[in-house]
């Protein structure tokens, strides 16, 4: 058998524990707008939600468009503004929001699906009640930089009330995949826009999902930002409420990590964050022992108590990836093959 082939078998007999234990799962995969605007990286991205999809996994697909709305916003004439990594929504912003997140986006994210033979429905949080908000009064909100703080009035943005997912898991059960946008309603059918990150974690709780996946543009939470190779392997929902509270994260990367471990708290199986550009990094990061993130865990998961989980935020040294297999270590027996460091799919 040529070596080509001998490291292919390696490579499924490796997938073949993960393959088991996720089969019949919900996963609800969030991504942004600059891996919506990539087309290799959506086609990419498409190949792997299709594989998921025709080994058996469940999967819900939410998404933002900041850049999106943003380019369309100048384009228009307009000053995007964003306070935090969230977007002040005035009546333009929000006519902005609905043609980009409800019209461009979502149809470009359901063609790329269709392509590679899912059968992908789109559709915003407002079909079905999906997604019940209430307008978010004014906000204090202190400067990341000075310390200094402000009210800030986000226009229309909602906070969420109650979520819906029954249509979600009516489309599942019957083999289609649900494709989200971050736009939600209140009582009296007010168009409002929501975070993404915020909504695939009320989602992914009322589901009572296997995983919640961020995909982003980095390759996970770096300890250090300037150091693409510091990557994070691991932490526990109370490390990342404490880098949170402590500031030591900061800018767009906050919502995601606060979305994370808010679903993983509540119910969610495990929060994964890893890079969306990167060539087949979600089917890496479920089916390698290494895997290509940041693994989000509650302290009682058994991967937490495997782990250094005592690594403090910031440090300077990732672990190691004989950590991270240790950690991830599968059934017995499985073959070995070394993909790229990173914390990727544990013990159930």
Known sequence: MAVKEQLLLRILKQALPYLRRHRGQVMVVKLGGEIAANTEALRSLAEDISLLSHVG????????????????????????????????????????????????????????????????????????????????????????????????????????????????????????VPVLSSLGSDGDGNILNINADTVSAA????????????????AGVLADKQDPDSLVSLLTVGQVNEALSTGAIAGGMRPKLAALARAVATGVGRGHILSGLQHGSLLLELFTRAGAGTLIVREDDQAAHRAPSTLPFGARTPMTEDAAREVAAPEAGAPEVAPPPGQGETAP
């Open 203 to 218: 989602v992914a709780a009322d589901l009572q999902a296997g995983k919640l996946i961020i995909l982003t543009s980095v």
């Open 57 to 176: 996994i469940r999967c819900v697909v939410v998404h933002g468009g900041g850049p999106q709305a943003t380019e369309l916003s100048r384009r228009l004439g307009m000053v995007p503004t964003l306070v935090q990594g969230r977007r002040v929504t005035d009546d333009q912003t929000l006519d902005v929001a609905k043609m980009v997140f409800a019209g461009k986006i979502n149809v470009d994210i359901t063609s790329a699906l269709r392509t590679q033979g899912v059968q992908a429905v789109g559709m915003s949080g407002v079909a079905a009640d999906i997604l019940h908000a209430a307008r978010r009064a004014p906000t204090e909100i202190t400067d990341e930089v000075t310390g200094e703080k402000s009210m800030v009035d986000f226009g229309h943005v909602g906070d969420i009330t109650s979520v819906n997912t029954g249509v979600l898991s009516l489309l599942m059960e019957n083999g289609y």
